[in-house]
Antibody, heavy 117, light 109 residues
Framework: QVQLQESGPGLVKPSETLSLTCAVS?????????WGWIRQPPGKGLEWIGN???????YYNPPLKSRVTISVDMSKNQFSLRLTSVTAADTAVYYC???????????WGQGTLVTVS | QSALTQPRSVSGSPGQSVTISCTGT?????????VSWYQQHPGKAPKLMIY???KRPSGVPDRFSGSKSGNTASLTISGLQAEDEADYYC?????????FGGGTKLTVL
């Protein structure tokens, strides 16, 4: 069974960098698929942030592209998100997920709330 | 880029059918056969219900079906059950990124 688990600070100061990690178990990232980050501000809808393939190819949501970096660590079977220059608008539950193709995200982490304050 | 357009809310009685629409443009919904739908209960992570417009993952009841016509995709839920009450989001490929709809709250009366 594929499982994903997000981890990282729950509180980040404005103008600083948000860093999260998603640990994957039950499947090797190097075996394929894209691995993505999605966020959801409190009481609002979902927003796709970006994804990464095992080879390191990345794609980002255009409005966030200048502030986002997604990387992968094959040795630990995990991938990470960095979002720079955060503001209160970046407060959200952050999810990681496996993307089977064209946006079909079949396995999700439980989500982690990050507050910018 | 703009979010896909979904009705804010829909409702139906147990046993009835409801359809949730998801309208985009020729640059996203209309341009790719990569539309997916997610069900989200309060406080939970989204769950994949439909991918590639009309495919159902293993374990998703066949009461859930997806379709697309032009720039609009649709999710139909037949034989409504109380546990179907949730928020539903569509998602589409758009060039090199993904875009979600604003979400629809389904109420089972």
């Amino acid at each position: 069974q594929v499982q994903l688990q997000e981890s990282g600070p729950g509180l980040v100061k404005p103008s600083e960098t948000l860093s999260l990690t998603c640990a994957v178990s039950g499947y090797s990232i190097s075996s394929g698929y894209f691995w993505g980050w999605i966020r959801q501000p409190p009481g609002k809808g979902l927003e796709w942030i970006g994804n990464i393939y095992g080879s390191g190819i990345t794609y980002y949501n255009p409005p966030l592209k200048s502030r986002v970096t997604i990387s992968v660590d094959m040795s630990k079977n995990q991938f990470s998100l960095r979002l720079t220059s955060v503001t209160a608008a970046d407060t959200a539950v952050y999810y990681c997920a496996r993307e089977i193709n064209g946006g079909g995200m079949d396995y999700w982490g439980q989500g982690t709330l990050v507050t910018v304050s | 880029q703009s979010a896909l357009t979904q009705p804010r809310s829909v409702s139906g009685s147990p046993g009835q059918s409801v359809t949730i629409s998801c309208t985009g443009t020729s640059s996203d919904v209309g341009g790719y056969n990569y539309v997916s739908w997610y069900q989200q209960h309060p406080g939970k992570a989204p769950k994949l219900m439909i991918y590639d417009v009309s495919k159902r993952p293993s374990g998703v009841p066949d009461r859930f079906s997806g379709s697309k016509s032009g720039n609009t995709a649709s999710l139909t839920i037949s034989g409504l059950q109380a546990e179907d009450e949730a928020d539903y989001y569509c998602c589409s490929q758009a060039d090199s990124y993904l875009v979600f709809g604003g979400g629809t709250k389904l109420t089972v009366l």
